[in-house]
Structure formats: C-alpha cells, structure tokens
C-alpha cells in the first residue's frame, strides 16, 4: 500500500514570496491533515479536511495560509507571503475518517515525509 | 484547551538500559492516548495507543498505561538497543480527530 505522498521535499524561499506545498493522501482515505512543526517543537494542526470540506481550521493564520482539497483527494497547503518565522516541516497525514475504530490500532493518522521550508 | 507535557531530552542511555520517557496531559473528557516515534529521516509513525483509562498499549517491547488519576501515559521499555534511536512524541486526540503533541524526546542509545 503506497503511504502518503508530499512534495517538495525540500524548499528554501526569500521572505514576502509565496510558497505551495502537496500532497496526495492514502487511496480511500477521507480525512486529511495539514501540522506545522517548528524546529523543537510537536506537530500543531493547521487546518483537518474531511473530504472536500474543513472540519477545523481554528489554528490556520487566514491572512497568509490557505488550503484546498477540491476533489476530496489531494491537497494544496499556500502560504502567501512567508515570513521568517514560518520555517518549519510541513506534514500532511491521512485516516480513514475520525471515530472510526478498524484494526488493531483504530482509525491511525499515516503521515508523509513532510516538507521542510525554509525562509530567509 | 487540550495539551500534553514531556520530559524534556535528550535522554542518552546506554544498550540494555530500562528506558521511562514521562507524560502528562491536560484534556476535558476522556481523549485517545498515542505515542508516535521519528526515525532519522523518517516520517512520524504510530507506536502505540491507549483508548480508555487503564489500557495499556504495547508494540516493538514498548508499552504505556493510560492513568486517568494522574493523567500520565509514560513510556517504558526494558532494553533499549541501538536502533531505538529516535524522536518520541506523547500525543492525544479527542473523537479521533486532531492530534496534540507534546514537544517531543530525544532519545539517544549508545553501544
């Protein structure tokens, strides 16, 4: 089973430009996650989409970050314009939907490999 | 709002060592439990997980009890190896939603 797919892997942009990571969820997953982790830090979501529509996106900075999943298959993280401190990985994970118990160790988050950003 | 607490790293020990990473939360009602691990150059994988008070969740000789009275999840294990090297997260989830994460520990294991 192919894991969750992210690209770039790696991006280095000047402050004030914009920037779009993305990524392609587990086939048949419904819900999908956007976590911003800061150097030191733990994962904090961003924005959580089931299908095409956002459940939770109380941590997004709406300003300057937006997101899409218009087919409720893959999705698009932008963040326009960056600032310093928006260095960070970028995680995208993916479940099958929230509540749901299947297998061994219930309706598991599958992350992909992330996308470090750095801005200058 | 929700959030987890973890002992601060690096943890370094040395191969065959008793390994405990403590964790505590904070959370309304009764939230999932998890614990996550990161690789070197690897992406977050699940470790373990614990669904209601007294569970323990085991996996790869890892195990943690979920203890509502204290509101800890710490983690354990009886003989660390070399490849046990890694990034720790505690994390919590409620209704199987988002997860929140502790800062994460450094565990370092030494031949």
């Known amino acids: 089973e192919a894991g969750v797919a992210q690209s770039p892997r790696y991006k280095i942009i000047e402050k004030r430009q914009s920037v779009a990571f993305w990524c392609n969820p587990i086939?048949?997953?419904?819900?999908l996650y956007w976590y911003q982790q800061i150097l030191g830090q733990g994962p904090k979501l961003l924005i959580q989409?089931?299908?095409?529509?956002?459940?939770?996106d109380s941590q997004l900075p709406k300003d300057r970050f937006s997101a899409e999943r218009l087919k409720g298959v893959d999705s698009t993280l932008k963040i326009q314009p960056a600032k310093l401190e928006d260095s960070a990985v970028y995680l995208c994970a993916s479940s099958l939907r929230p509540g749901t118990s299947v297998g061994p160790l219930g309706n598991e988050q599958f992350f992909g490999p992330g996308t470090r950003l750095t801005v200058l | 709002g929700d959030s987890v607490t973890q002992m601060e790293g690096p943890v370094t020990l040395s191969e065959e060592a008793f390994l405990t990473i403590n964790c505590t939360y904070t959370a309304t009602g009764y939230p999932s439990l998890f614990w996550y691990v990161q690789y070197p150059g690897e992406g977050l994988q699940l470790l373990l997980k614990a669904t209601k008070a007294d569970d323990k969740g085991s996996n790869k000789g890892f195990e943690a009890t979920y203890r509502k009275e204290t509101t800890s999840f710490h983690l354990e294990k009886g003989s660390v190896q070399v490849s046990d090297s890694a990034v720790y997260f505690c994390?919590?989830?409620?209704?199987?939603?988002?997860?929140?994460f502790g800062a994460g520990t450094i565990l370092r294991v030494k031949s």
């Open positions: 989409f089931q299908n095409n529509g956002v459940v939770d």
């Open positions: 994390a919590l989830s409620r209704y199987g939603n988002k997860l929140v």
């Open positions: 086939s048949g997953h419904a819900t």
